[in-house]
């Protein structure tokens, strides 16, 4: 479920955050935290790969296009959105929302071209983890969920989700907004989750209570690859052109980023061209044993990125992208295990194809399942993005 803080709500009662600019004032430049106007509009920003929403007067994340797949934003009579949506989800009240960034991971449906390894054995699969069904929403969080699906300026629609609630739901809504008000988080998820942490999980913006936040770490040791793969080279990998691991780590109670049954690991470099859209870098670590073996790790990033520190995250301004995930014996995603948000050093990167082109990169951070993600409002997940069992 989608977690989309209400930032327009005329409400007396509850913290409000409203732009001061005029409904006629023209929106400057669609970019990433440019000036805009008029509060709430939902637009694309200029290289069509991003849908953003002017908030208090700032053009504010909303969703990531899955470019990787020939996926775009595009504008519609309501305002904008990724062109492989099935509904006009911009449409709605609160677009504010970073959390469908995680759309964007499924790139590493074309990560494994270039590996012979993995056949359609599945016997040294990883641990699927806890079952127990996810805990029961609460009032709050219904209060929230019936918000979200009222039309976007419909005030009456989400003034009768706070009405028709019972008194713990108002009161859980209620005390979330006063709690925001106290520590000036502005609607911020993360300011919410380290300030108030027990009203984030009250109404569903912690995510699922069964993993835990952060999940886990992963850790890189300035690991350099000698050698850029393109299409160009064919489908088996010469041994000079990888390295033995990319990264390791743990998540959960019980989950490694290496299967500790799994056997020796390598990684390799590989520079993507998609149909459509930008190429990408995508570094992915698989393990040497002839049958399938999970985990999976990989990062991927954009090519214009540059040497030194660089964020990791699922927003389009994050230059990397790390995730862990379980694949099915053709290399498509099952689901997620993790994804990465923080920082990464990258020490050396010429993308140059071949041997004269490499890649070093270092540097450890946190781990977040995509069911408990309070950086980005909570459970992220979705039909495309689906989430591991608790390890």
Request: with cysteine; net charge negative; glycine share 8%.
């Amino acid at each position: 479920m989608k977690k989309l803080l209400l930032t327009i709500l005329v409400m007396a009662l509850f913290p409000l955050f409203f732009s001061s600019c005029g409904e006629d004032e023209i929106i400057l430049g669609n970019e990433l935290g440019g000036v805009c106007a008029p509060q709430g509009v939902v637009s694309c920003n200029s290289d069509k790969d991003t849908v953003i929403e002017c908030m208090n007067g700032v053009w504010s994340f909303v969703k990531q296009c899955n470019t990787a797949f020939g996926h775009y934003c595009m504008a519609t009579t309501t305002g904008a959105r990724c062109d492989d949506d099935t509904a006009d989800t911009s449409d709605t009240s609160d677009t504010s929302d970073t959390a469908d960034t995680a759309d964007t991971a499924d790139t590493a449906d074309t990560a494994d071209t270039a590996d012979t390894a993995d056949t359609a054995d599945t016997a040294d699969t990883a641990d699927t983890g806890d079952t127990t069904p996810p805990p029961v929403k609460t009032e709050c969080e219904k209060v929230f969920d019936c918000m979200e699906v009222c039309v976007d300026g419909d005030t009456a629609c989400q003034q009768a989700c706070y009405d028709t609630a019972p008194q713990t739901g108002k009161d859980g809504y209620d005390n979330f907004w006063t709690c925001d008000g106290d520590h000036s988080c502005g609607g911020s998820y993360q300011c919410m989750y380290d300030n108030c942490k027990a009203n984030s999980e009250e109404c569903g913006f912690a995510g699922d209570t069964r993993y835990q936040v952060p999940y886990g770490t992963a850790t890189m040791s300035a690991i350099e690859f000698p050698y850029i793969i393109t299409a160009a080279d064919g489908t088996s990998l010469d041994p000079a052109w990888i390295v033995d691991s990319l990264m390791s780590g743990t998540f959960g109670t019980s989950g490694h980023i290496v299967n500790p049954s799994g056997g020796a690991t390598y990684a390799y470099a590989n520079l993507v061209d998609p149909a459509t859209g930008d190429d990408y870098l995508m570094a992915y670590q698989d393990y040497t044993k002839t049958i399938l073996v999970n985990p999976i790790a990989f990062i991927t990033v954009a090519v214009d990125a540059v040497a030194g520190v660089q964020s990791v995250g699922l927003t389009a301004a994050d230059k990397i992208s790390l995730w862990v995930i379980e694949v099915d014996a053709d290399g498509k995603p099952i689901c997620r295990h993790a994804f990465g948000a923080g920082q990464l050093n990258i020490t050396k990167i010429d993308l140059t194809p071949g041997a004269t082109g490499n890649f070093e990169i270092s540097g450890s951070l946190d781990l977040y399942s995509p069911a408990a993600a309070p950086l980005y409002g909570g459970n992220v997940t979705s039909v495309d993005l689906i989430a591991c069992d608790p390890q």
